[in-house]
Each structure stands twice: as structure tokens, then as C-alpha cells.
């Protein structure tokens, strides 16, 4: 999103397609984005020179660790790059820089320096969390000083119970349920921006799918149940999961048998259409829709080639715990292998 927001505030048009590094912007005004993420890389040896200054009480050192993260290879070349990488050090080391400069105010608890340093932590946190799940290691890194910490406050004899309570209360909402708000609050806003169908629809669920403008599914009714006679998707829920899919392609020698190759494809595709069928080919011709339910025997036949889902006794190429899965048979002729018992687990 931040990104995206540096393309279009510097005029980006958003037609570039990004489909593999190295590939020539030509006409597309791109400074915008590569100079927002410069800004964000320079900003490193900054932090790096403020962190090292206020732990260590030397100049000498700081000038030290700037000026190695200066002249490092690797954060100039991540910096000069469209890329995730400098956005995700800066918050990373932002939050360091915060939860360091909130220490130095141990003394000056609830004025406003302490408080402004206590917040800065928390959307730092929130930031480095939101460009990716590396974030989760800087977040260990604040809780564990905020534990040691809490940990010191409870065992000083000076304070009362109401003010130990005080500065666990004023963590919880700065380091836990702020940063919560925000993280939520960004996707709230990434939903509603994202609101066009792309490249990468086939990556999300067909209800999400559906509020996609432009999407083929945008607004389409989502059926409760479902059908024999149905054409289908049937897609992975795991993280990056594939849709099924199979295509003309066989199996090469020395795979199993050389039958038709079934795979998980992540994009939307007519070879990732299947068939619902029961498994003797007597349909239902009275109108009413005969459902699929839990423990039914089904047959899947693959739109394209008319081949069933098949599966035997070799083994699977990959994971060889599992026996391979290919397309058998033409036109629904196959034998009983081609035969699913169909399973329904609700969370």
C-alpha cells in the first residue's frame, strides 16, 4: 500500500505489468515508488547511529555502525529496488530505536516524552507486522524488554499496587491493543482500495473473488450446496494453495504410469474445470437438484480432456507417502479408481 501510494502521488499509472524482474520500465514513471524506498533505505544508518548512540553512551561507536551500514552492499542494493525489503528494515529498526529511546525515560514515567516513545513502539511494531510476518521477530525482541521490564517495576518497593497497574495497563495499550488497531485498520483500508479483479484473483476464495470488479465471479451468487451435474473449481485452502488442474500433458517415463498429469495451478484457468458426476452416470432429468452430501461416492471428470480423476498404487512424484493422482479413461469410461468418497468437516 505504501508503495502504491508513492506511485500514485508521483503520477504512476498503475499499467506497469511487474510480471519478472529485470523486465524495462520504457515510458512508465516509476521514480516515485524506487525513490520512496531509497528514502526508507537512507533513513538505516540513522536509526542504526541513534540505537548504538543511546546504548552504548559513544560517538565513536555510532559513527562506526553508520557508516558500515553506509557503505554495506547488500542495503544499497535493496534500497534501489522496488522492493519490500528497505520497508520492512525501517520499521524493524524504527521499533528498535523506540522501545530504546522508551527505556531512557524509565525516570519520566507517564510524561509525554515517555508516552510519545511508548505509541512510536507500538505503530513501528504495527508497520513491521504489516509488510511481513519477519515483523513477528522485532516483536519478540519488545516483548521480551517489556517483560524484564514490567518484571523491574514490579519489584521496586517505592510504587503502589494502582501504579504497577498503571504502567501494565499503559503497555497493554500501547505495545498490544494499538498496534492490533492499526494492523486491522490498514487491512480494513487494503480491502477497500482492492477493489478490481487482477492477475493474482486466483490466489483468494471464490466469496472473496465475487467483490472483485471485473472478476468473472463479480456478484455472482455463491450456491450453498452442491449438485451432480455441477462444473466446478476445487481449490486448496492453504496458504498459496493451487486450484486443481490437469491439462494434455502425461506423466514422463519413469513416473508412475504415463497417464495424464493433475497438478495444483495457482491462477484461473479453464483446464482447473471438473465435472461432478455420480458414480454409475444415472443423473437426476427431474429438475430438482441432487445434492452432494457428506460420504458420497462421486466421479470427477476434467472439462478439457474428459479424462476422471484417477488414482492408483504407484507413487505420487513428489511425496512418496502418497500414490499419484493423473487423469484416466476418455469421455467418463475409466474403472473404479476413479471413484471419491466425498468428506465434510466443518471448523
Sequence with gaps: ?????????????????????????????????????????????????????????????????????????????????ILLDPILLFFIMAAVLSMVKFNQQRYRPFAA????????????????????????????????????????????????????????????????LFPLFLYVTIFAIHFVVLNKSGPGDGFFSSAFQSRLIGNNLHNAS???????GSTITIKNLRIAGGYLHSHWHLYPEGVGSKQQQVTAYLHKDYNNLWLVHRPDENESQSGTPDLVRHGDIIRLEHVETTRNLHSHLHEAPLTKKHFQVTGYGINGTGDKNDLWQVGVWRP
Design 113 to 176: 516524552s515517555w508516552w510519545l516513545w511508548l505509541v512510536l513502539t507500538g505503530v513501528n511494531l504495527a508497520g513491521a507486522l504489516g509488510v511481513k510476518f519477519v515483523g513477528l521477530f522485532v516483536i519478540l525482541l519488545v516483548g521480551l524488554n517489556t517483560i524484564w521490564d514490567l518484571w523491574r517495576i514490579l519489584g521496586d518497593l517505592s510504587l503502589s499496587l494502582v501504579e504497577i497497574a498503571k504502567h501494565f495497563l499503559a503497555r497493554v495499550f500501547g505495545l498490544i
Design 222 to 228: 455463491m450456491p450453498e450446496y452442491l449438485a451432480f
Design 1 to 81: 500500500m505504501l508503495i502504491g501510494l508513492a506511485g500514485y502521488m508521483t503520477g504512476y499509472d498503475g499499467s506497469f505489468p511487474f510480471i519478472k524482474p529485470g523486465d524495462k520500465y520504457d515510458h512508465h514513471n516509476y521514480w516515485g515508488m524506487r525513490g520512496f524506498c531509497a528514502v526508507l533505505g537512507s533513513c538505516l544508518p540513522i536509526f542504526a547511529y541513534l540505537i548504538v548512540l543511546e546504548l552504548s553512551q559513544s560517538q565513536t561507536a555510532a559513527l562506526i555502525t553508520a557508516t558500515l551500514l553506509i557503505f554495506d552492499t547488500g542495503s544499497i542494493t535493496i534500497s534501489q529496488y
